[in-house]
């Protein structure tokens, strides 16, 4: 038996920290269901919350603009009404209203739509681009009265804004809830708990912040939900990167309690970005249909990182190595390879391309007569991979991950249709030295990629004595200007005053602005610095600004 609802002098609100897959509208209803009716029998719950657009997933994007997608959500939220009994249901979904389209929570209770809220703030920036399908509400915090105790309601990026807290004790609320589908970047944690601080001093009420879980396309939502007093001491935070249903118990006097959860340390660097990639490899190869994964070895860091990635996520079953060697791959590139496939338990297969770049070049032997061998003939080697690699994955279902990282993709140090070729690129937004970082973490945890591999100059090997310096400049120089100058915005002239050498960064930022149409065509990829490629950079790909001039 459960308690009567707010017995004892408090209430106990159950946080569902879950993944919610966009567009499954009637899966997401049945996890709702499911998931309130065991808050209320396991944690005796009276409250249980639900994410931000929990209903639709997060972020449905132009899913908004059906007017199918409506019609779904109204009746998912009457199934939830009429199948959830005994628990009040604080529940995230997209509402129309007469034309207008909003950010929504609604308070369930024994079938009756106790009340509902409108999101106030929309974000609309970074990833965020929600004034495209929302309007705003113009309604303080939504509350409800559950025994003793008063709650008010907000989502997402009202709290970043000033004013939800006073509104919250303005409306006489016991507890502030906050819905939200907050992505992932590095250091992201410490900054929400900053924001929540700031609205507990603000309003004095405490707050439930619940978060989402789970990887959508290029976002990752680490969930991390938060228990914050209105003195501003967290009593409990989530797990990263995992789902979680917790217990806290809110009395009437403000005081939280936790019932069923923990204050989960938040996690270093390096451990918080790789979680990040594992999930979001984990969730997109699986959410999209795919049998598994397949990429190419090559025995450099950035392959080795992947493939430790892939299996981390998927399962060395579920994960294919392919080794591709030509006559200027190194005898150790092989062996450092087969050293890694071996220590993860990888199915490893070697092909040969020297038949295939022969062919190609053989057919384009006339239309090449008399021309020099340039970088063309070093493309022909990775496009002759990338076929390879994608007819394994057309034939076995598995999709391919492309290896490249960051730093290459800022300066366009990859072949399209070659080395870029694949459904997925792990790596696209994690610059060369926290690769380096990252492998060095993992091989904590269990040395799976071979020491030499980490140690030894990054090569892409399509010619002899091939060094990636030959062509870029060193790494810690080259990630230092793109985080300037990709991620802060700042100008060539201000990174010259901060000690870059001047020819280096217009050369570096000439790179970045021209390799604009191979990023267009490139894998979507895990976002985890403050700013990837992708929807939160659109620069135009014909464009005669050159702010080095």
């Known amino acids: 038996m459960t308690a009567a609802p707010g017995s004892g002098g408090r209430v106990r609100f159950a946080l569902a920290q879950l993944d919610f897959p966009v567009g499954d509208i009637d899966g ?29 997933g997060y972020p449905p994007e132009d899913l908004l603009l059906r007017p199918e997608l409506y019609r779904r959500v109204e009746a998912a939220l009457a199934q939830v009404a009429a199948a959830v009994r005994g628990i009040d249901v604080i529940l995230g979904y997209p509402a129309s209203d007469g034309g207008r389209r909003y950010n929504s929570a609604v308070v369930l209770r024994d079938g009756v739509r106790l009340t509902q809220y409108r999101k106030q703030h929309l974000p609309n920036y970074g990833v965020f681009d929600e004034k495209r399908y929302f309007c705003s509400g113009e309604s303080p915090v939504a509350t409800f009265t559950h025994g003793p105790i008063r709650i008010a309601i907000s989502i997402c990026e009202d709290i970043w804004e000033p004013g939800t807290g006073a509104q919250a004790r303005a409306a006489g609320a016991g507890v502030l809830v906050n819905l939200n589908a907050s992505p992932y970047h590095l250091g992201k944690c410490r900054e929400r708990q900053a924001v929540l601080r700031r609205n507990v001093d603000e309003g004095g009420v405490p707050i439930l912040y619940l978060n989402v879980v789970g990887g959508q396309d290029e976002l990752v939502f680490d969930g991390a939900s938060m228990a914050m007093t209105g003195g501003g001491e967290i009593v409990y935070r989530g797990p990263h990167f995992e ?104 199915a490893c297969h070697v092909i040969s391309i020297e038949g295939t770049v022969a062919a190609f070049n053989a057919a384009l032997a006339p239309l090449f007569a008399g021309l020099a061998n340039d970088v063309t003939e070093e493309n022909i080697q990775a496009r ?76 892409a090997e399509l010619r002899a004595d091939q060094r990636d310096e030959d062509t870029l400049p060193p790494y810690p120089v080259l990630d230092a200007i793109l985080e300037r100058y990709i991620e802060h915005d700042q100008t060539p002239a201000q990174i010259v005053a901060a000690g870059f050498a001047p020819d280096v960064v217009a050369r570096v930022a000439r790179m970045v602005d021209r390799a604009e149409y191979k990023r267009r065509q490139a894998a979507p990829g895990v976002r985890v610095t403050r700013r990837a490629f992708g929807r939160e950079r659109r620069f135009p790909i014909t464009s005669g600004h050159d702010e080095t001039r």
Request: proline share 5%; with cysteine.
């Open 243 to 346: 789902p979680q249903l917790a217990a806290i118990d809110v009395g009437p006097d403000g005081a939280l309690s936790v019932h069923a959860g923990a204050v989960a340390p938040i996690p270093g660097d390096e451990e918080s970005v790789y979680g990040a990639l594992v999930l979001g490899v984990r969730d997109y190869v699986r959410k999209n249909g795919f049998n598994g994964a397949v990429l190419g070895l090559s025995g450099g860091i950035d392959s080795a990182l992947t493939l430790t990635i892939a299996v981390d996520a998927l399962g060395a079953d579920q994960v294919e190595a392919v080794l591709m060697p030509s006559r200027y791959t190194a005898a150790m590139s092989v062996e450092d390879a087969r050293l890694e496939a071996t220590a993860l338990g990888v």
């Open 28 to 56: 997401n209803a049945a996890r709702v269901i499911a998931t309130a009716n065991r808050a209320r029998t396991e944690l005796g719950a009276d409250v249980v919350v639900f994410p931000e657009l929990a209903l639709t």
């Open 384 to 459: 002759c991979r990338g076929v390879l690699l994608m007819a394994i994955s057309n034939k076995k279902g598995r999709i391919v991950l492309a290896t490249g990282n960051k730093s290459e993709m800022s300066v366009g140090y990859a072949t399209l249709y070659g080395d870029m070729a694949g459904g997925f690129a792990p790596l696209k937004d994690v610059p060369k030295m926290l690769v380096y970082r990252l492998a060095a973490w993992r091989n904590t945890r269990g040395a799976v990629i071979p020491r030499r591999v980490i140690d030894r100059a990054p090569s």
